[in-house]
């Protein structure tokens, strides 16, 4: 069965940089025509598709995020990671890591299904 | 950006009753490209269904979707105690992938 699991820093500083780390258990992350994304969650709002990275290391991210932005992979851990630089309150969420299934090969978008549990980042000083 | 506008907010409804759920979106999205998910307080969103209408692993049946162009609807046919939730419909037609608002099924 498919686990992923986030982890990183529950706190981060205004102007500083979120990382966070998913590792991917119970199957490869090296899979051919499965991506691997982040999704995150304000307190109490809704789902914001981040980005996401498939496991030779192409990006796809959120243009609102993208300047901000860096999705990196790591096959040999079985791990992918995230960097959003100069965070403000507006990036405090529930982070999410998830695999994208997209419905063809040829397409780079999809549903996420399956989730990690989510990771609550507070970007407070 | 495909913006999805979900309806109504709040569903309040009895055990064993029919939900209906309104997802609605700002540029057509074909059917392959509309998923729906469930979230309990707490917990991750599940997906439910993808592809307008077809359900993910190990999802009842009562679970069922519709729809094509702009308009598509989640059913429950007879809510049960451990549905009541929040519902997301989601769109993977084109980039950025968007998410609706939310629509939360509470007991009445």
């Known amino acids: 069965q498919l686990q992923l699991q986030e982890s990183g820093p529950g706190q981060v500083k205004p102007s500083e940089t979120l990382s966070l780390t998913c590792t991917v258990s119970?199957?490869?992350?090296?899979?051919?025509?499965?991506?691997w994304a982040w999704i995150r969650q304000p307190p109490g709002k809704g789902l914001e598709w981040i980005g996401h990275?498939?496991?030779?290391?192409?990006?796809y991210y959120n243009p609102s995020l993208k300047s901000r932005l860096t999705i990196s992979v790591d096959t040999s851990k079985k791990q992918f990671s995230l960097k959003l630089t100069s965070v403000t309150a507006a990036d405090t969420a529930v982070y999410y890591c998830a695999r994208l299934t997209p419905p063809f090969e040829i397409v780079v978008l999809g549903a996420l299904d399956y989730w990690g549990q989510g990771t609550l980042v507070t970007v407070s000083s | 950006e495909i913006v999805l506008t979900q309806s109504p907010g709040t569903l309040s409804l009895s055990p064993g009753e029919r939900a209906t759920l309104s997802c609605r979106a700002s540029q057509s999205v074909s059917s392959t490209y509309l998923a729906w998910y469930q979230q309990k307080p707490g917990q991750a969103p599940r997906l439910l269904i993808y592809g307008t209408s077809s359900r993910a692993t190990g999802i009842p049946d009562r679970f069922s979707g519709s729809g094509s162009g702009t308009d598509f609807t989640l059913s429950i046919s007879r809510v049960e105690p451990e549905d009541f939730a929040v519902y997301y419909c989601?769109?993977?037609?084109?980039?950025?992938?968007?998410f609706g608002g939310g629509t939360k099924v509470e007991i009445k």
């Open positions: 989601q769109q993977y037609g084109s980039s950025p992938l968007t």
């Open positions: 990275i498939y496991y030779i290391g192409v990006t």
């Open positions: 119970g199957d490869s992350i090296s899979k051919s025509g499965y991506y």
